[in-house]
Every structure is written in structure tokens, then in C-alpha cells.
């Protein structure tokens, strides 16, 4: 038996079973804006939580980076994460349809280090290029008793608001069985399952690799959109393909995955350690950051879009009518639910 992520300290199903139990308080919330402005739209554990300004509707997300922090301590790098925190909140914004358009940054450190906060800001900046979106405020944080260790701690997180007109809203639940799953390359392991990684992994040989920054899909997903019928996004983060179910559950749809792509090296090593499909594929993005659902006659226009970007693309697999994501390999079967 290799290593799991619960081992190293992660549990997926116990972040399910809490978060399952946080929409229902978080729902009791909606009554106190209810018919006036910022009225919410119920759209719980999808990527992002909506609400209603006049004739559009805004979409707003948060997300960290994680222990990939721990990452750019080890290596003292650290004009990357802030891409990565970028990334990961308007990645989120564009599975909804919405286009990102603003974002705060809070950055929490043990000390004053202007050096730190610097270098962190050079990537909030490029993320924001990337993005297409305008940083409009922030928060610096010093608080030594909770960030702690290492020899420049800090934690980092964005949020983000994006805008979609209501009838060009996306939740997945056009998604229609036979539609087929188009899978966008990662440039790696992004920001998700380092608590496994930097278990599984030796910092030396693979520290560089896994600093590369979380890559940003805003630009080609937006063009999609805007030029084929995209029937569900997914963005694929923490819980890695289970979480497809955040877009299958509107449909009632599941998810089989039959043709996904050749593992990179630092997914080999780590598939080397960990001895588990089913926990690699849980865990871990394994090549594909971004999912995108359409009819199959669109499929073509999509990966060509994606390639003109500079992002290889494939078609993974498809949609189906049992409510699960079952990943086919080597002859197996299995589901990561």
C-alpha cells in the first residue's frame, strides 16, 4: 500500500461530509437579501456563489494556495504563488460562464518582509495580465502566532467577481448524454494535493518542477463560450475529477473518462509512490486542469481554440446517465466518487 492523501493528513470525504453540513447554515443566509439588491441565486457547492445586480448577474469566489507556500519557502522562490492565486479563483469564475473582472488579494505573514510581500505582488500582477482582470484592493495581515515555520512563512489567498448576463449562465445542467468531455492541458500539478506530494516527492529532484505556476485558462474558456455551445465547466482542483459532479449534479448526469492522457513524469513519480489509480486520480489533476462539456459536433472548434492559445486539448471521454465519475484504465473500471 503506498501513500494516500489521508495519510499525509488530507481527508477528501471528511471535506465533503463538512461541507455538506456548511450549505445548509450558509442557505439560511439568503433570506436577509432576498428581493433587494445582491439578492443570491441558489446555485450552492458549485465554483462560485452568485447573486443578482440588476440585469446581470455577479459571480465571486476565494480560493488559497495552499501548502505550495511551503514550496516556494523550501526553494526561496516566490514570484510564482501569486499566479497561482489568481488562477485559482478565476478559474473557478469562468466554469459559471462569467467573465472575471476584479479581485482582492490577502496576504498573511509572520513579520513585516517587504522583500516577501514584493515578490508575491510580481505574481498577483502577471496572474492579473493573464486574467484580463483589475486588482482593486488587498489586505497584508501580520500575525506571528498563527503563521509560523520556515524562514519567510506566509499563507495567500484571492477573491474574485466576475459578471454573466443570466441567460449565458452555465451550471452543467444542459449537459445531455453522449455530449463528450474535453480535457485542457495542466502545466502541472497546479495548486492542489501538496500535502501528498511533498510527502511522495524528493524537494531536490522535483522542487522546481512543482513550482510551476497554476496555468490560466480565462482567455481561451471565455472565447469558447462566446464561440460554441459549452454545455458545463470544470475546473479541476482539490477532490481532482470527483469534482466534476459540482457541474453533473445539475443535469443528473455522471461521467465516464476513457481517454485520458499519458501521465507527465512528476505524475509517474508520484504514481510510483502513491500505487493507487483511484487516489491519483482523485488527488491529482494528472495532465488535465480544465474540463470542457459540449456536443461532439462542437468538440473540434474547442481544441482549436484551446491550441490556438497555446494549450493542447483532447477529448477525455463523455457524458452519461448514471450519476458518477467512473475513470476506465487498463482494463479496470473505477469509481472516483
Known amino acids: 500500500m ?26 439560511k443566509t439568503f433570506k436577509y437579501r432576498r428581493g433587494e439588491m445582491g439578492g443570491p441565486v441558489g446555485i450552492l457547492g458549485h465554483y462560485g456563489g452568485l447573486f443578482s445586480m440588476g440585469g446581470r448577474l455577479l459571480a465571486i469566489h476565494t480560493d488559497g ?8 519557502q523550501a526553494l526561496e522562490k516566490y514570484d ?27 496576504l498573511a505573514l509572520s513579520k513585516e518582509d517587504p522583500y516577501l510581500v514584493d515578490e508575491v505582488m510580481k505574481g498577483l500582477v502577471k496572474g492579473a495580465k493573464e486574467s484580463g482582470v483589475a486588482i482593486v484592493g488587498g489586505e497584508t495581515a501580520i500575525i506571528p502566532e498563527v503563521i509560523k515555520g520556515g524562514r519567510r512563512p506566509f499563507d495567500l489567498a484571492v477573491s474574485c467577481v ?4 443570466k441567460d449565458k449562465l452555465i451550471t452543467g445542467e444542459r449537459m445531455e448524454t453522449g455530449d463528450v468531455i474535453i480535457g485542457l492541458e495542466s502545466s502541472g500539478l497546479h495548486s492542489n494535493g501538496y500535502t501528498l506530494a511533498r510527502r511522495a516527492l524528493d524537494m531536490k ?18 472565447q469558447m463560450i462566446k464561440s460554441c455551445d459549452v454545455h458545463g465547466i470544470a475546473h479541476i482542483t482539490g477532490g481532482a475529477f470527483s469534482k466534476l459532479m459540482r457541474i ?29 489509480d483511484y487516489e491519483m486520480y482523485r488527488t491529482f489533476n494528472m495532465g488535465v486542469g480544465m474540463c470542457i462539456v459540449c456536443n461532439k459536433r462542437e468538440s473540434g472548434r ?20 448514471k450519476r458518477d465519475v467512473i475513470l476506465e484504465k487498463d482494463g479496470k473500471r473505477i469509481s472516483l466518487l
Open 80 to 106: 510564482t504563488v501569486g499566479i497561482d492565486g489568481m488562477a485559482m479563483s478565476v478559474n473557478d469564475i469562468i466554469c459559471l460562464g462569467a467573465e472575471p473582472l476584479v479581485v482582492i488579494d490577502y
Open 205 to 222: 529532484r522535483w522542487g522546481s518542477e512543482m513550482l510551476t505556476p497554476t496555468r490560466i485558462y480565462v482567455k481561451p474558456v471565455l
Open 248 to 276: 453533473g449534479k445539475y443535469a443528473g448526469k455522471g461521467f465516464l473518462l476513457d481517454n485520458m492522457p499519458k501521465p507527465k513524469p512528476i505524475f509517474e513519480e508520484l504514481g510510483r509512490r502513491v500505487k493507487s
Open 2 to 27: 503506498g501513500v494516500t492523501y489521508s495519510s499525509a493528513g488530507v481527508s477528501v470525504t471528511k471535506v465533503k461530509s463538512i461541507h455538506r453540513k456548511l450549505w445548509g447554515r450558509i442557505a
Open 162 to 165: 466576475g459578471a454573466v448576463d
Open 65 to 72: 494556495v495552499g501548502t505550495k507556500v511551503l514550496v516556494a
Open 302 to 321: 474547442v481544441i482549436e481554440i484551446s491550441r490556438r492559445h497555446g494549450i493542447n486539448a483532447r477529448v477525455i471521454g463523455k457524458i452519461t446517465g
